[in-house]
């Protein structure tokens, strides 16, 4: 068993902030879960967090995506790629 513990959005959705392997106690306010009931997180994708929730009642488990600012490395990233590209396309080009 584990302990989801979160932010209540609406009736039927809680955002999860953490969950708690280790005790079963509920006495926080937290929601008691089978672990095997909780699914992996996805991978992870450039500029995109996965949001857990949780329907309290029913103890369905789903992801949201939320769209996010890039972090430094991977604007890094995105520039040097597109600067690969451009310095590709100069050479091809003028062959």
């Known amino acids: 068993m584990a302990v ?3 932010n209540l959005i609406e009736d039927n959705k809680l955002k999860v902030m953490s969950i708690a392997y280790l ?3 509920t006495s926080n306010g937290g929601i008691q879960v089978d672990t095997e ?3 992996e997180y ?3 994708k450039v500029g995109i967090n ?3 929730y949780i329907n309290p009642t029913t ?3 789903w992801f949201e995506i939320e769209i996010r600012e890039l972090t430094p490395e ?3 990233k995105m520039r040097l790629t597109l600067l690969e590209k451009a ?3 100069l050479i091809l080009g003028g062959m």
Do not use: C
Request: glycine share 4%.
């Open 37 to 39: 009931n909780i699914p």
């Open 50 to 52: 996965h949001i857990m």
């Open 23 to 25: 005790t079963n106690d």
């Open 59 to 61: 103890k369905d488990i």
């Open 4 to 6: 989801v513990y979160g």
């Open 42 to 44: 996805p991978p992870p």
């Open 74 to 76: 991977e604007s890094q």
């Open 87 to 89: 310095v590709e396309d």
